[in-house]
């Protein structure tokens, strides 16, 4: 079946890096892919989003990248702070036809202050 | 405004109990999603409904989960003879319609099958 593939698991960064998150999807139908965090805790709220007609997308620290001919997706977030701590998560959304919502399984990033 | 309501925030069962557990989304929103989320996983999609058409099914693990939804508003998912696998938190959340539009996520309930 179509899967998403999240990378790394885990990541550490020092306050004030960079952290970019990969994901990789299957379904070439995909046009829609969001972007969820998630606290401990809480529940995902998405932080950003990005549409398939559109390659690069920013919003003040976090920005996200699209390669649809490679089928891939990046986060990049910087300049972190200790409050970006959470587990990320991607999905692939495809939107016409048969709806198919498939999730990442997830990046815990952790910001060492 | 109030946001995507779930109950109960927990709930505890011995394995072949039905358990019921029931979402309320943001109101005016046409689409409602079920997930499942097991320990340090990501999000597994269920199941999902778009006004009154007929839900998809597909991602319903096996034929003891069903779902229902009346109308626009609350939503229940049902688990028949529960197994220790299905322990995870289950999270719904809400949207204006399907497409590419933000889904709000409920608190989730976590179940716990002993």
């Known amino acids: 079946g179509e899967n998403v593939e999240q990378h790394p698991s885990t990541l550490s960064v020092q306050e004030g890096d960079s952290a970019v998150i990969k994901c990789t999807y299957s379904?070439?139908?995909?046009?829609?892919f969001p972007w969820y965090k998630q606290e401990l805790g809480k529940r995902p709220q998405l932080i950003i989003d990005?549409?398939?007609?559109?390659g690069e997308k920013k919003d003040q620290r976090i920005a996200v990248t699209l390669n649809k001919t490679a089928k891939h997706f990046s986060l990049h977030i910087t300049e972190t702070q200790p409050e970006d701590s959470a587990v990320y998560f991607c999905?692939?959304?495809?939107?016409?036809?048969?709806?198919?919502?498939?999730f990442g399984t997830g990046t815990r990033l952790k910001v060492l202050a | 405004g109030a946001g995507v309501s779930q109950s109960p925030s927990n709930k505890v069962t011995e394995k072949g109990k039905d358990v019921e557990l029931r979402c309320d989304p943001i109101?005016?929103?046409?689409?409602l999603y079920w997930y499942r989320q097991r320990l340090g996983q990501g999000l597994e999609f269920l199941i999902y409904?778009?006004?009154?058409?007929?839900?998809?099914k597909s991602g319903l693990p096996s034929d003891r989960f069903s779902a229902e939804r009346t109308g626009e508003s609350v939503s229940t998912l049902t688990i028949q003879r529960t197994q220790q696998e299905d322990s995870a938190v289950y999270l719904c959340?809400?949207?204006?319609?399907?497409?590419?539009?933000?889904?709000?996520f409920g608190p989730g309930t976590r179940l716990t099958v002993l």
């Open positions: 959340a809400s949207s204006f319609g399907l497409a590419d539009n933000e889904q709000f």
């Open positions: 379904d070439s139908a995909s046009n829609y």
């Open positions: 990005i549409r398939s007609n559109v």
């Open positions: 999905a692939a959304i495809t939107t016409s036809g048969t709806y198919k919502y498939i």
């Open positions: 109101s005016g929103h046409t689409a």
């Open positions: 409904f778009q006004g009154n058409s007929a839900p998809d």
